[in-house]
């Protein structure tokens, strides 16, 4: 398994009168942690959404696989559920994952599978939970686990980590790090920036343009985070 390269030339996007995203030009290494920092309204999400092909954007995005394309998995920034919708943990990645009929329930073996996964995220105790009663952070977990199975090759989460606990985020850092042993590409927007140094291999930090792209030993210094998130801007 190995993930691939992404590339982004020149790429824009105006939403309504506003421009978003202005002019990124960025490389994705194959098999890396790349993470995405920013100040809120930087564009993080929407250029993950151009990349994913959900935004009218200008410019280019190219995915270069290694063979043939392989599986990209994303987890959303948010993702809600009505507290009454009868779909339990079990239903919910049952339903993603199964090409049966989403109002059957599970086989057995199925069930035993998906219990394996939210083990890996520590939810198994709650797959009988509705998704509705779930917290923001045991939906984050759920959100993983249906990310992580099948098993991706390149991978994108849009703040995985807001809603978890620092267990939850430990977890999840060493879930990442596998992850990357194996030779899968990480896209991975994140607000907590020693996460960032602590396991990511580049950083760009977006606020409309490409403000810094680099090692985030070299690019979160506290003078250049202050400048970035101050909104004053740094030069690129
Ligand atoms: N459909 C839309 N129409 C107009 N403006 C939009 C639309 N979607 C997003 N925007 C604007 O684009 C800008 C970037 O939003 P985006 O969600 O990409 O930011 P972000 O960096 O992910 O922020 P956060 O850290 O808060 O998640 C914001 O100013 C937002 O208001
Ligand atoms: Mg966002």
């Known amino acids: 398994m190995s993930g691939p390269a992404i590339r982004t030339q020149d790429l824009s996007l105006t939403l309504g009168r506003t421009e978003v995203l202005e002019g990124i030009t960025l490389t994705v290494a194959p098999g890396s942690i790349h993470a995405i920092v920013g100040p809120n309204g930087g564009g993080k999400s929407s250029l993950i959404r151009c990349l994913l092909g959900q935004m009218p954007f200008r410019g280019t995005v190219e995915l270069d696989w290694p063979g043939a394309p392989g599986r990209l998995a994303y987890v959303p920034q948010a993702l809600q559920f009505d507290a009454g919708l009868p779909m339990t943990v079990l239903d919910f990645l049952n339903a993603l994952d199964s090409r049966r009929p989403a109002f059957l329930r599970p086989r057995a073996a199925t069930r035993a599978h998906l219990l394996r996964q939210l083990e890996i995220v520590g939810m198994a105790g709650k797959a009988d939970r509705r998704m509705g009663a779930l917290s923001g952070g045991e939906r984050q977990r759920v959100l993983m686990a249906q990310a992580l199975d099948p098993a991706p090759d390149l991978l994108i989460l ?50 409309r343009r490409v403000r810094f792209d680099g090692a985030p030993s070299h690019g979160l210094t506290p003078d250049r985070v202050l400048d970035l998130f101050s909104h004053r801007g740094i030069a690129a």
């Open 158 to 207: 849009d703040e995985p980590m807001a809603a978890l606990d620092e267990a939850g985020a430990a977890l999840f850092e060493t879930i990442l790090t596998d992850l990357r042993a194996k030779g899968v590409t990480i896209l991975w927007i994140e607000h907590d920036l020693d996460a960032v140094r602590r396991i990511a291999d580049h950083v760009t930090a977006l606020n």
